[in-house]
C-alpha cells in the first residue's frame, strides 16, 4: 500500500483529502510498487554507498534521512522526485515547498521541482531532515547564490563528513550515504511537473528509470535501517539485490562528486 500526501497540514489522510493534492505531487507518491519492481536496478543510476563503521543517526527515536540540497542545483531536482517516490512509502508529507526551476545557467538549465523547505514528513519508522541551503536566485556580487537554510546540528553532524563533495546529499541512518547525482538529470530537462509525473509509473521510460530506479536504493536503504515489514516492497527482490549490492560497495573518499 503506498501512502498519501497532504498538499498541506492538516489534512486527512487517504479519502476525499486525496481528491485536493496536487496533481503531480498525487503522481509522485502513487507509483505503484509493480512499476519500481519493473524498473528495477537500472545501470545508469548510481546507488547509494554503504557505511559499514557509520554511527546510527537518529531523530525522535527514529533513523533519520537527511538531504542537504540547493535550488539552483540541477541533480537536486531529480534526488527530489526520488526521494518522494521513496519516503511516501514509509508516511507522509506536508507543507511540501513552492515549485521551483534549478539554475538557467548551470547543466540541464530549468529543470522542474519543488523545495524541501519548510516541509513536513510523518511517519512512525522514519524522520526526515532536508535543507535547502540555497535559493536559485543569483546573489548581489554574482559569484553564488542567496543562501536560504543553515544547517541544524544534526544535519552537519551527517553532512561535515562529506561537505565537499556537493549537492545533493543524502545520508540514511549514518548507514548509507548518498553523494552527488544519482543519475542524469538531463531527462527531466524540457518536461513540466505533470509531465514529468507522468511518466513515473511507466518502467520504460526514461524518467522512471532515473527516478524510479534511484528510489528503489533509496527505499533498499531505508528498508534496511527499518525492518522488512515496515513497506511491502521491502520484502522486494529487486529490493533485496540492492541491499546486496550496496553492501558491497562501502563509502570511499575518492568517490565521485555532485554538482
Same mark, same amino acid.
Given at each position: ?26 503522481? /509522485? ?10 524498473? /528495477? ?31 539552483? $542545483?540541477?541533480? $537536486? ?18 507543507? %511540501? ?50 543562501? %536560504? ?10 553532512? /561535515? ?17 548518498? %553523494? ?12 513540466? %511537473? ?28 531505508? $528498508? ?29 573518499? /575518492? ?5
Amino acid at each position: 500500500m503506498v501512502a498519501t500526501l497532504a498538499p498541506t497540514s492538516p489534512k486527512p489522510i487517504g479519502g476525499s483529502g486525496s481528491s485536493h493534492l496536487t496533481a503531480y505531487i498525487e503522481k /509522485g507518491v502513487a507509483v505503484s510498487d509493480p512499476t519500481l519492481e519493473a524498473v /528495477g536496478l537500472p545501470s545508469n543510476v548510481q546507488a547509494p554507498n554503504s557505511v559499514p563503521d557509520g554511527a546510527p543517526l537518529m531523530k525522535d527515536g527514529k533513523p533519520v534521512v537527511v538531504f542537504v540540497g540547493a535550488e539552483f $542545483c540541477p541533480y $537536486c531536482a531529480l534526488e527530489r522526485w526520488a526521494l518522494v517516490v521513496a519516503l511516501s512509502r514509509f508516511g507522509t508529507f506536508s507543507n %511540501l515547498g513552492q515549485t521551483i526551476s534549478s539554475s538557467s545557467t548551470d547543466v540541464d538549465p530549468g529543470l522542474e521541482s519543488w523545495s524541501f523547505k519548510d516541509s513536513t514528513f510523518t511517519s512512525p519508522l522514519l524522520a526526515f531532515a532536508p535543507a535547502e541551503v540555497y535559493s536559485s536566485t543569483p546573489n548581489s556580487t554574482g559569484t553564488g547564490y542567496e543562501p %536560504l537554510q543553515s544547517l541544524t546540528p544534526l544535519q552537519s553532524q551527517a553532512f /561535515g563528513v562529506y561537505s565537499d563533495r556537493g549537492y545533493p546529499f543524502v545520508d540514511i541512518a549514518g548507514k548509507y550515504v548518498a %553523494l552527488g547525482a544519482s543519475a542524469d538529470p538531463a531527462v527531466l530537462q524540457n518536461l513540466t %511537473l505533470d509531465q514529468i509525473a507522468s511518466e513515473l509509473d511507466d518502467p520504460s521510460s526514461p524518467v522512471a528509470q532515473s527516478v524510479d530506479g534511484t528510489a528503489n536504493d533509496l527505499i533498499a536503504a531505508m $528498508c534496511s535501517v527499518t525492518s522488512t515489514s515496515a513497506a511491502p516492497i521491502c520484502t522486494s527482490p529487486v529490493i533485496a539485490q540492492a541491499q546486496t549490492t550496496m553492501a558491497a560497495n562501502p563509502y570511499s573518499a /575518492g568517490g565521485p562528486s555532485g554538482g
